[in-house]
């Protein structure tokens, strides 16, 4: 869970960006509900992503030096058990039915 929270913040954070409109750090920390510290960590990581972000003193907000764009896509597939044996090629599971099946006897 904590990934995808980092995820949504990643794409507010950039959203915000994008139309130039985040505030100071101080107030984009209190809009997104997070510590300013926080807010650096996140645009540190969209500067990994080649983001060249820049910021304002005199509108006071960042803003995108270079064109840029963020899509953040989360997909959940459900496996059925014999999947997931699959996958994993069955030793996970193996392992864990022997374990109960000793604990039975």
């Known amino acids: ?8 913040r990643l794409q507010q954070i950039h959203n915000l960006i994008a139309i130039e409109n985040t505030g100071s750090p101080r107030e984009l920390s209190n809009l997104l509900q997070i510590s300013e510290r926080s807010v650096h960590l996140l645009l540190e990581q969209l500067k990994d992503y080649n983001a060249n972000i820049c910021y304002s003193r005199s509108r006071k907000t960042y803003y995108y030096c270079e064109d840029f764009d963020l899509q953040v896509s989360i997909s959940v597939n ?11 090629g069955g030793s996970y599971f193996l392992q864990t039915k022997l374990h109960i099946a000793s604990y039975l006897q």
């Not at 869970?1 to 949504?8: A, C, G, I, V, Y």
């Not at 459900?78 to 994993?88: K, M, P, Y």
């Open 78 to 88: 459900v496996l059925t058990n014999n999947e997931v044996t699959q996958i994993f």
């Open 1 to 8: 869970m904590k990934n995808l929270k980092t995820l949504e």
